[in-house]
């Protein structure tokens, strides 16, 4: 078999950048893709149609096509709802579930049979958290849009997943876990007692590639958090700052 053609959006820090190391290690051949100003091999903006379309359309320029797709582009903030500012609200939805959209649309223009979109929801696509509606909504949507997609696309024989991560260090949440307490109360309430790591959510993304009968599946990885109660991040935040 040829060279497999991998494209990881949002690869040029953190779990993306995990996914395109692990993927690159199994035989693909990479192209990251992030912002601009970011160590990635193109540009690409996911809020913008014209950005992610000029992206798939041009890695079939030059290497011939697609078979791997990772999502992994994202944001957050945190305010409470009576509070949430709208433009906020608009910025987080618009990466983390309107770029999922259009990243799907256009990957699903050029893959073909065999081909795999894997997004990396989170947590919060099923555990609410407060402060976070904006993100915790957006990866909820992204979770539906998933199967959705799946449904649509397996027909081709393409295959849609997402991979969704409880606690890692990266940073995305490096901000937040420098607040006193918020990272003991994650890990209290993970019945495997630490955080992941970029490395380990990476070798979930590879599987989902890998694994041929694998479809509309949203995969938890989060050492069990799911299974205990959301971190009170408001809380704390009120603690340290008034």
């Known amino acids: 078999m040829s060279e497999r053609v991998a494209v990881v959006i949002g ?17 693909c051949a990479v192209v990251v893709a992030d912002l601009p100003g970011t160590p990635a091999d193109v540009t690409c903006d996911v809020t913008s149609e014209e950005s992610v379309a000029a992206l798939f359309d041009g890695v079939v320029a ?33 990466v983390c579930l309107t770029g999922g959209f259009l990243v799907l649309k256009h990957a ?15 947590l919060n696509a099923r555990q609410p958290g407060g402060g976070l509606a904006a993100y915790c909504s957006a990866k909820a949507g992204l979770a539906m849009l998933t199967q959705v997609a799946a449904l649509e696309l397996g027909p081709r024989g393409i295959r849609v997943n997402a991979v969704s991560p409880g606690l890692v260090v990266t940073p995305l949440t490096a901000p937040a876990l420098d607040i006193d307490g918020i990272e003991a109360d994650y890990l209290e309430n993970t019945p495997l007692g630490r955080s992941g790591t970029p490395e380990e959510v990476a070798e979930a993304v590879v599987f989902c590639s890998r694994a041929a ?13 799911h299974l205990m109660r959301y971190p009170d991040l408001l809380g704390h935040v009120h603690r340290a700052f008034g």
């Open 11 to 27: 690869g040029a820090s953190g779990i993306g950048a995990a996914c395109a190391t692990a993927l690159a290690a199994d035989g």
């Open 62 to 94: 030059s290497h011939g096509r697609v078979d791997v797709v990772v999502n992994s582009a994202g944001t957050s903030t945190l305010a409470a709802v009576v509070d949430h500012d709208l433009t906020e609200w608009r910025r987080v939805v618009e």
């Open 108 to 122: 699903g223009r050029v893959l073909g049979a065999g081909g795999s979109v894997t997004s990396l929801t989170s």
């Open 213 to 225: 009968w694998l479809t509309g599946e949203v995969m938890d990885l989060n050492g069990g958090a």
